[in-house]
Each structure stands twice: as C-alpha cells, then as structure tokens.
C-alpha cells in the first residue's frame, strides 16, 4: 500500500520552496566528475535530466551535451534549422544560453522563441515537422530543454531528430558517449563563443512558435464544434510552456475558456504537494492537480499540462481527475468513430503497461492494437506514416493523427489531448468521464494500479534479466495464465522486465531506471480486492527471482 506524505495534495510551504540563486550558481561554479556515474551524462528515455545541487545537471553537461549533438548533425549529414524549446523549469534559460554559445560557434542555425519566452515539447515536434515536409535534405531536428514534471531543482535536456518525436537508442548513446568523453578531457574539443557574440552571430534566428502551433490546431480538434457548443472549460498550464499559448488559441478560435492560473514562477509555489510532499508538476497526480480539482463544479471540463506541455490531466465535473488509462482509451474509442478520413488500417499503438480496457476497445473497434515497450520513441514511425491513428502510453502522454489522417506530431502532445476532452463533450453531450462509463458498462470496469516495492541495485538487475521459466507461474489470483512475455508483442522488443497475463487481469514488473525499487503494474476486471491479490502474488513470484 502506497504511503502518502501529510503535506500531499496541500499547499507547499515556503521553507520546502528551491533555493533558485543557489541553484543557478550551482549550475555555472560546480564542476561534475566525469569519474561518478551519477555525474555523467544519461540519456533515459526523455533525455538528460539532473539538478545543479547534484552536479548532474551543470553548464559542463550542457555544453559537453551541445557539441555532441552538433558532433552527431556532422555525421548524420544534417544541415537545417534546429528548433529550440525550452520550459520554465529555473535551469532551462540558462541552459539554453550555454547551449546556443556551442551551437554558434558550430554555425548551427537555430531557431529560439522571437520573444524569449518557452516552448512546448509538441511545438518542436510540430515544428520540425512542417519544416521538414517535402524535404529530402537540409532537414530540421530540435532540442527541448525541460526534465518534464521533474521537481523545480531539475533541469533536463533531450533531443528530436528530423522525423519529430524522442531520439532513438542509438542516437542517444552516440550523443551521450560524446558528451561524456567531452566531460572527461575537460571539454577540450568543445567549440565555444561568448554569449553576446553568439546571440548576435547570424546563426541564431527569432522564431514564431506560436501563431503556426496555434493556427494548425482546427486541422486536428473541431474546434469550431467546440465554439459552437458554447463548453466551458477551464485550464490551469501549471506555469509550465504552454501559458503563452492558451489565450491565443482562446482568441483565435473563441472558445469559452477560461485559464485559471498563468503565472510562472520557478519555486512553482502556487502548486500544491505531490504524493511525497516534493512539489511536482503531474497531470495526472490528484495530489498535484488538488487545485483545478476542487474548480471542477465551476466548468463541464477542465485540464492541465505537465512542464512542456507532453501530457494532460483531464477534470470533470461528474467524476473529478481521470485515471490516464481511462482517457486514453475513452480518447480511442471517440477518435476512431469520429474521424472517417482515418484510414481503415490506422491502428491503435500502446504501451506493455498501460491498461487492457484500451485491448478491449481496439476489439470492439475491430482495430489492429500494437503493444510496446515503454517510451513513445516505439510510436514515432507509425504516427509518421499514419500507420498508427492514435498512440499513447500509461504515464499521460499521447498523440493523434489530424482530422484529414496526416501525421501532426510525433511526440506526446498534451494540448490537443485537453482540447480533445472539450470535443467530446461537445460532440457527444457527455463529459469525458461519463463516456469512458458508458464504455465500461459493455467492455467491464478496469481496476489499475501501479506501486513501487524496495529493491536492491542486483535484485533490479536479476528481474531485468528474468525470463518466463524462472517465473514459472501457470496461476494468478484464482485464473491460469494465459502468457508470461519479456517481450512487446508488437514489436518483438524486450520491455526490461516481465509481465504475466489471464483473462480477468494482469500484472508487469520492471526496475526503476532511477530508484531503488521496482515497479509493479498491475490491473484486474473484477474488483479492487482481486487487484491486491494480484499485487501481492506478483510480489510473492518475482521474490521467487532474487
């Protein structure tokens, strides 16, 4: 059973608010050691991520990091624009001044917000995207400097080649060798111009972000259905990157909507405390969400962003905050009946730990389903091609063809999937929420929970390394197993950990990348009680490993 911190889900106070002038000194006068593993440069599966006051994330990360990547661009061949984003996390502007230093002095043409302001991580995506369209050299990529929901102390630094979404694996281990070889000679071989000069070369260009983002959005939600139905909705960004978005798109399109809080500020201190007291900017957390929550009465819908704006958190006013899996497949089984210019063969793309409803759905839709590994770099090509019409994974990130069945982003975009929630209701007269009932009414009611259990750095490895016949399970909770897989059935992929199936319910196991513990997802169609002693059971069978 999770335990929640006394402070969860109240308001922060100020002696738990970041120490920002201590962190942006740490940034420029602390030096990592190449030599500690936990000071190198990582590249997980949203990139670099560390805080100063760790010496994980520091002007020598970023710049070792920038001339990697403009390493990489040379041998990949790769001569357009990079676009650039960052969040309002406190290290991101100053990473973004070191990063352009390095990408001046390399005559890399950048593109940096026209009015110093942030940038949602679909933005770049969409962004590249457009740019690249028709192209077949001189390509785009970009960089979006934010660790995501990640605390205020953190800082994060990832990287979108030309087709748009997350860099694959072996993208990021070139760029990170790099990086850490930079980091381990003491940056020499890092090319390097004083900020002025940089911000002044030819290579850096302003950039309007918003009017194209903003203007292209009627392509994907019918945002005149949502004007006409006259919903009122409500959005709090978070005081993440899309606050300089919402009203423009509230203007163009003259939807009733209402942001109910834009300010930003890098302490963060108007959210209220995560599940572990730490303030932490998720969507889908209802202790970090307690605010727009207790709003819900005051529109038919309302939601959130995390940081840069890659995932959503959707509040209605008949149930409160979503589980994400709910909205996800809720978002699947609309979209797929509702956009006919889709192609018949669109499939649905998810992730090995996300729920079995969204299975459920894609059979009632008689719609091919690709299971994968976690990481929304599996869903990249497919939303390129339209091969795949949605794609999503448990953590509340997700993103969806245009209207007409082209691609609109190849990463998680956390606005169309808000705006997507206001659709719904307007098309179909029921709130997100009372949708995904009437879904559960005919499909069976998912219980889904995901908890964190101790574990040592060899037991992480040993359940990594696990295979089906060390399990040795032909029984779970009361049903026979129906498949024990190491493997996505998509793609054939391994996923880092092992998941055991029956026909009423599930559970999958992987270690933390970043903690001493292991992640258990698990989920039953039965009841709560059914899902413990799944949980419990799956506990019992993985202790059998170490």
Not at 5 to 31: D, H, M, Q
Not at 124 to 140: D, F, K, P, T, V
Not at 378 to 398: K, M, Q, R
């Amino acid at each position: 059973m999770a335990v929640f911190n006394p402070a969860a889900g109240k308001p922060v106070s100020p002696e738990s608010l970041a120490n920002i002038p201590r962190l942006i000194t740490a940034y420029f006068s602390s030096k990592p050691d190449a030599a500690d593993a936990a000071q190198r440069v990582s590249f997980g599966t949203s990139g670099h991520r560390g805080s100063s006051l760790k010496n994980s994330f520091n002007e020598d990360h970023i710049l070792a990091t920038t001339q990697a990547i403009c390493d990489y661009r040379r041998q990949a061949g790769l001569t357009g624009p990079l676009f650039v984003g960052i969040d309002t996390h406190a290290l991101a502007e100053p990473a973004q001044v070191s990063a352009m230093e390095v990408f001046a002095a390399n005559n890399v043409d950048i593109m940096i917000d026209e009015s110093g302001g942030y940038t949602p991580t679909p933005v770049i995506s969409h962004a590249i995207l457009i740019y690249n369209r028709g192209r077949s050299e001189g390509l785009a990529d970009g960089i979006v400097i934010t660790p995501s929901h990640n605390p205020p102390d953190d800082g994060g630094y990832k990287y979108n080649p030309p087709h748009g979404g997350p860099a694959d694996t072996d993208v990021t281990a070139k760029i990170e060798k790099g990086a850490n070889l930079y980091l381990e000679n003491g940056l020499r071989g890092v090319a390097r111009l004083p900020y002025e000069r940089a911000r002044k070369s030819q290579s850096v260009h302003p950039y309007d972000y918003v009017s194209p983002y903003v203007s292209d959005l009627g392509n994907i939600v019918d945002m005149a259905l949502i004007k006409s139905s006259g919903v009122k909705i409500g959005i709090d960004p978070l005081g993440g990157a899309a606050v300089h978005f919402w009203q423009p798109i509230v203007d163009r399109y003259g939807i009733k909507a209402n942001v109910v809080n834009n300010v930003i500020d890098p302490t963060f201190r108007f959210m209220t405390a995560d599940w572990d007291g730490k303030i932490r900017m998720d969507c889908s957390s209802p202790f970090a969400m307690a605010s727009l929550i207790q709003m819900r009465d005051k529109f038919d819908v309302a939601f959130a962003n995390d940081t840069d704006a890659d995932r959503h958190g959707i509040v209605t006013r008949s149930n409160g905050l979503m589980n994400p899996n709910h909205f996800l497949a809720t978002a699947i089984a609309y979209l797929f009946e509702n956009r006919s210019q889709w192609g018949q063969n669109a499939a649905i793309g998810k992730t090995v730990v996300s729920s079995s409803i969204i299975d459920r759905v894609a059979k009632k839709l008689n719609r091919k389903l690709v299971e994968t590994p976690v990481g929304f770099k599996w869903f990249v090509n497919g939303l390129g091609d339209g091969s795949f019409g949605f794609a999503g994974e448990e953590s509340a990130g997700a993103s969806f063809l245009r209207r007409d069945g082209s691609v609109w982003t190849t990463d998680k975009d956390g606005i169309i999937m808000g705006l997507l929630a206001a659709e719904i209701l307007a098309k179909t007269g029921r709130d997100p929420s009372q949708f995904f009932a009437q879904l559960t009414s005919e499909l069976g009611v998912p219980f889904y929970e995901r908890i964190d259990v101790p574990a040592t750095a060899h037991q992480k490895k040993a359940l990594k390394d696990a295979n089906p016949e060390q399990l040795n399970i032909k029984e779970l909770a009361g049903d026979p197993v129906q498949a024990t897989r190491i493997t996505a059935p998509g793609n054939g992929q391994p996923f880092g950990g092992i998941k055991v199936e029956t026909e009423m319910g599930w559970f999958a196991a992987r270690p933390s990348g970043t903690e001493d513990v292991y992640k258990v997802y698990a989920e039953s169609f039965r009841d709560q009680s059914h899902l413990n002693r799944i949980q419990n059971e799956a506990q019992d069978a993985i202790a059998q490993i170490f």
